[in-house]
């Protein structure tokens, strides 16, 4: 059964840094299409970053400005988002998805969803 769990969310002062991760059970991460994604309350949800393969794809560079660090972990077949410099606008549900094929800025292309994973960003 495929499966996908996000952890590593919590509260963080502005300023702060958090790892959230996303693990795969049942099948091979690395094979997929990875999104992360995310949705503040009363809002839409909203692309952070997709891998599809080498490639990396952040959907708003301009508002992450560097801040978010991607990356593999192929032996644990996990994901992580490293993130940095955090803001209270950053306050969100983070949400990993997979999907066949090429990176897509539109969340209902991804098939498969974790449960999310709460990222709060207050003093």
């Known amino acids: 059964q495929l499966q996908l769990v996000e952890s590593g969310g919590g509260l963080v002062q502005p300023g702060g840094s958090l790892r959230v991760s996303c693990a795969a059970s049942?099948?091979?991460?690395?094979?997929?299409?990875i999104g992360w994604f995310r949705q503040a309350p009363g809002k839409e949800r909203e692309g952070v970053v997709c891998?599809?393969?080498?490639?990396?794809?952040?959907y708003t560079p301009d508002s992450l400005g560097g801040r978010f660090i991607i990356s593999r972990d192929n032996a644990k077949n996990t994901v992580n988002l490293q993130m940095n410099n955090l803001k209270p606008e950053d306050t969100a549900v983070y949400y990993c998805?997979?999907?066949?094929?090429?990176?897509?800025?539109?969340?209902?292309?991804?098939?498969?969803w974790g449960q999310g994973t709460q990222v709060t960003v207050s003093s």
């Open positions: 998805a997979v999907k066949d094929g090429h990176c897509s800025s539109n969340y209902y292309d991804f098939g498969s």
């Open positions: 049942g099948f091979t991460l690395e094979t997929y299409t």
């Open positions: 891998v599809m393969s080498n490639d990396v794809y952040w």
